[in-house]
């Protein structure tokens, strides 16, 4: 991590904010005999709730690595009844597809497909593109959220399982990645064209406001439990056992099972100044499961998941030429602070924030993100 990076600030010592958060993570989600201890209290919580229904929890899945395996440990590991749930905005990894299709088959876990208005998914990923933001994938991130939200609802269930973790991920800089449901909303209204289709509980589309938020956490108590956070999770180990248990092919890059990335990295670089592998090596460097040595050798070449022809398909795909395409993102580089977003309130809901990330009301890593990240 460098000052590339919004919101870093190094120490007498020479280490950065973002080291200290992985600390303090590490210490509050521990994965040692204390995290197995931890996960089995959420594991008899889980059953006793969804005791006598068709699933006990839910659990999101895209064909990637970390989705793959969660619901691999999910069932076969602690004996839980998922439902597995994607949400598909039309940019899948075929590779990914067929991960998932053949997971689910193995586990007997039903897999449950989300897909999204192509026309709202397409327009979305064309306005944010015109406003000129990182968060090129605003609309699939909420869609994801909304999609496990709107299945817990519908099935009334209690629990969602996040299938990350910070150990190998890392948490990106705020102004790289912000998620805001009104921010969507107001992007949409200066840059869309087509109207989204409004909030239903059950079929929540690309609403997750505050109200929304409210609604899932509060009114319908649904808990989001991270439960990798307390896992000695190790990829290499990882990929070793998803594919001789579950069949799996590597899609070709971490977030490769969407292949929009592929545009979102190449702009993130070029348009930016953003090198979003910086979070997730220097993650797996504080983990030991990388060589700092060899993550700094890596950043120096270009990514490999941005491949000029899966990025000219992604154009395509949206309807647009080169030539339009180049002009759009010729635009000046701008943040989510230029548009309307809850960012303000958010910031004078800390405390309320910080009680309902440790009620897991919110994900674990909320409030972390928001006044933990940078400004």
């Known amino acids: 991590m460098d000052t590339t990076v919004p919101g870093i600030k190094f120490d007498a010592a020479g280490e950065c904010n973002f080291c200290a958060l992985h600390d303090k993570m590490a210490a509050e989600f521990p994965n040692d005999e204390r995290g197995v201890a931890i996960t089995q209290k959420w594991v008899d919580k889980i059953k006793a709730t969804g005791k006598d229904k068709k699933y006990d929890c839910v659990v999101g899945i895209s064909g990637g690595r970390d989705s793959t395996y969660t619901i691999y440990y999910v069932t076969k590991v602690l004996g839980l009844r998922p439902i597995a749930v994607h949400f598909n905005d039309g940019f899948g990894n075929p590779v990914a597809g067929e991960n998932m299709v053949k997971a689910c088959k193995i586990l007997g876990v039903e897999l449950r497909t989300i897909t999204s208005d192509w026309r709202e998914s397409k327009d979305l990923k064309l306005a944010f593109l015109k406003a000129s933001t990182p968060d090129m994938e605003e609309g699939t991130d909420i869609g994801i959220a909304t999609s496990l939200y709107g299945v817990a609802a519908k099935e009334g269930i209690k629990y969602v399982i996040i299938g990350q973790s910070f150990r190998t991920e890392g948490i990106a800089p705020l102004s790289w990645n912000y998620l805001d449901g009104k921010y969507l909303h107001a992007v949409h209204k200066r840059f869309g064209t087509v109207p989204l289709r409004k909030w239903h509980p059950h079929d929540p589309g690309f609403n997750l406001g505050i109200r929304e938020m409210f609604y899932y956490s509060i009114q319908k108590g649904i808990r989001t439990v991270p439960l990798l956070y307390y896992h000695d999770y190790v990829r290499k180990d990882v990929d070793q056992l998803i594919e001789r248990e579950l069949q799996w092919t590597n899609p070709g890059a971490h977030y490769f099972d969407d292949l929009y990335q592929s ?24 983990s030991g499961q ?37 002009q759009i993102v010729s635009v000046p580089p701008k943040t989510f602070r230029d548009y309307p977003s809850s960012y303000q309130f958010i910031r004078l809901m800390r405390i309320p924030i910080w009680i309902a990330c440790k009620m897991s009301l919110l994900p674990g890593s909320a409030y972390d993100k928001y006044f933990n990240c940078g400004k």
């Open 290 to 326: 990388m060589e700092r040595q060899e993550a700094l050798e890596r950043v120096k070449t270009t990514y490999s998941i941005e491949d000029p022809k899966i990025i000219s398909l992604c154009i395509k795909r949206l309807g647009l030429t080169q030539e339009e395409f180049d």
């Open 263 to 286: 545009v979102m990295s190449h702009l993130n670089r070029v348009k930016f100044g953003i090198e979003r592998r910086l979070f997730n090596y220097s993650a797996l460097v504080r």
